[in-house]
């Protein structure tokens, strides 16, 4: 029995897989399904690259929106289980889905290329954690599972921990597999360094300007936690900062925050160059991908 197709796009953070996305699913009549994990929170917009209302016009997009940022803890389990019902209704209606990450371990999850251990927490090995650094916490799983460390935010203990705690209790890395239910069409965006940085700092300009600030301000005013906003990474966490006093001013808030997101998009590599089966193309060739997607989808 011949697979289902899937489209995937991948690529770091300003990259341009938003764009090319919309452009693509246009031109092939497809659905997008987002691979994020804070793009899957209620009123977390600018922070997490959330695509316009207006861009949401375009295509319809998946797994926006599902969850309380309040007190809904999204996880990657609750991806996979989402998303594998959309994935399955979108395919039966003859319609090709688009997965757009973002969180490249919420993609291969889903595709079935890493299994999603049931562990239950460990209170005892997590006490014995309590006394490490966050930077000790990321270089012990660095050591054990480098691939997840690339893509992990460092500064996360909550996600560092919880990735300590699967390691420990399975003995051993979750297995990443080929997929093997669907038949995938996976693009990677590939840009230069220097011009991804120009595109992460230009992005953060205008993400500034359209009120990013405000975004958090509103987030902790509605009731989420200096805590959580801190446990969602980089641009919350860096606002998150500022606002508490910790970040003295906006420009030392923009550097860092700039130094930070160029430091993760690089960590984003290290992972995505893992990946064989990615076709790479340059970041700007949408009409040269989209004409090879459509030639695969044909035959």
């Given amino acids: 029995m011949k697979k ?16 090319l996305s919309l452009e693509l699913a246009q031109k092939i009549g497809a659905e997008i399904i987002s691979a994020d994990s804070r793009q899957v929170y209620l009123g977390m917009d600018l922070g997490s690259g959330k695509v316009t209302k207006e ?8 797994l926006l929106d599902v969850a309380d940022p309040r007190k809904d803890v999204f996880t990657v389990a609750d991806f996979v ?5 959309i994935l399955d209704k979108t395919l039966k209606r003859a319609v090709t889905p688009i997965i757009v990450g973002g969180t490249f371990l919420y993609v291969d999850a889903l595709l079935g290329k890493i299994s999603i251990p049931k562990v239950a927490p460990n209170e005892e090995f997590r006490a014995s954690l309590e006394t490490c650094s966050n930077d000790e916490l990321f270089a012990m799983l660095a050591q054990k599972d480098a691939r997840r460390a690339s893509e992990i935010d460092k500064y996360n203990r909550v996600r560092l921990v919880r990735a300590l705690e699967i390691i420990n209790t399975l003995g051993s890395v979750p297995e990443v597999m080929p997929s093997e239910k669907y038949d995938v069409y996976t693009i990677g965006l590939s840009i230069e360094k220097e011009k991804l940085h120009e595109r992460i700092h230009t992005r953060l300009l205008q993400r ?8 958090v301000t509103r987030l902790h005013e509605e009731g989420v936690s200096w805590e959580r906003l801190h446990r969602f990474g980089l641009e919350y966490r860096h ?3 500022y606002l508490q006093g910790t970040i003295p001013n906006k420009e030392a808030l923009i550097a860092t925050l700039d130094q930070d997101i160029r430091s993760f998009a690089k960590r984003q590599m290290t992972w995505l160059t893992r990946d064989k089966t990615i076709h790479w193309y340059p970041f700007d060739a949408h009409e040269q991908i989209i004409a090879d997607v459509e030639g695969w989808l044909a035959a």
């Fill in 4 to 19: 289902q197709k899937v489209v995937v796009i991948v690529g770091q953070t300003a990259s341009g897989k938003t764009a």
């Fill in 55 to 62: 861009e949401q016009a375009i295509a319809l997009h998946h």
């Fill in 81 to 85: 289980e989402q998303g594998s019902e």
């Fill in 208 to 215: 500034f300007d359209e009120g990013m600030i405000e975004e």
């Fill in 239 to 241: 606002i998150a900062a």
